[in-house]
């Protein structure tokens, strides 16, 4: 590298405050990772987001709740309007339904699990979030599982899975598979709110199926746990 082209290399550096400061004004910055040193740190930059519209539109961003070193980690879609009023993930009827799912096996919404969304503002009418605005949402997203480190990522619906893996298979294809994503474990599992419109506990019916992989998440947790 010339002189010239290592001094322009330099002032694009990302250690600069200035680029930081920019990350929540334009989708077309990167937030490398190691941006942030805390949740905290990246929920400040969510809540004056505006690298899509969605920002226009929100009451909060709505950026994580749990154990912040859950070995855990559960990803759903988006916000809907009792999570965008108060600002915490999975607390409607929905989020209810997942916390007595994992109860069901004896998994601790507030010790074992860190839960958070594809995209951290509410897509107006509950929509699924466009291409453009996971993929401005989602280096947040990135920083969060860096943070947080789980062994094992359940990813809430097909959104979710499409958003963090690029699959773009049905969520009844690839529900209570295995996959590995950037080093980690990853389940694709049905949405609560799919659960809550399908309610036939019927061998075969996604409430059943719902009820075998998160046995199978509980065996492999109890697996990861004892090789430690």
């Known amino acids: 590298m010339s002189n010239e082209q290592l001094s322009l290399f330099e002032e694009s550096n990302f250690d600069s405050n200035d680029q ?29 987001c505006h690298r899509c519209g969605l920002g226009d539109t929100r009451t909060h961003a709505v950026v994580g709740r749990g154990n912040l070193k859950a070995p855990i980690m559960v990803v759903g879609e988006a916000p809907g309007q009792n999570e965008d009023e108060t600002g915490l993930p999975f607390v409607g009827k ?30 107006p009418g509950n929509r699924v979030p466009t291409t453009e605005e996971m993929e401005a949402c989602k280096p947040y997203l990135l920083e969060q599982i860096r943070l947080v480190d789980p062994k094992i990522i359940l990813l809430a619906g097909a959104t979710a ?13 690839i529900r209570g ?12 599992i049905f949405h609560p709110s799919y659960l809550l419109r399908n309610q036939s506990r019927e061998v075969g019916k996604p409430k059943w199926l719902m009820w075998q992989d998160v046995q199978a998440v509980r065996a492999k947790f109890d697996e990861i746990q004892n090789n430690h």
């Open 94 to 123: 929905a989020g209810q339904l997942l916390e007595k799912i994992l109860a069901s096996v004896n998994l601790d919404t507030e010790k074992d699990i860190f839960i958070s969304n594809i995209n951290k503002c509410r897509p």
């Open 177 to 188: 598979q295995w996959i590995e994503w950037d080093g980690r474990l990853c389940m694709p």
């Open 161 to 173: 899975v499409k958003g963090l893996t690029g699959e773009k298979r049905a969520i009844t294809k």
């Open 20 to 48: 930081k400061e920019l990350i929540p004004t334009n989708a077309k910055i990167p937030i490398p990772p190691g941006t942030y040193a805390s949740i905290t740190e990246v929920a400040q930059h969510c809540n004056q």
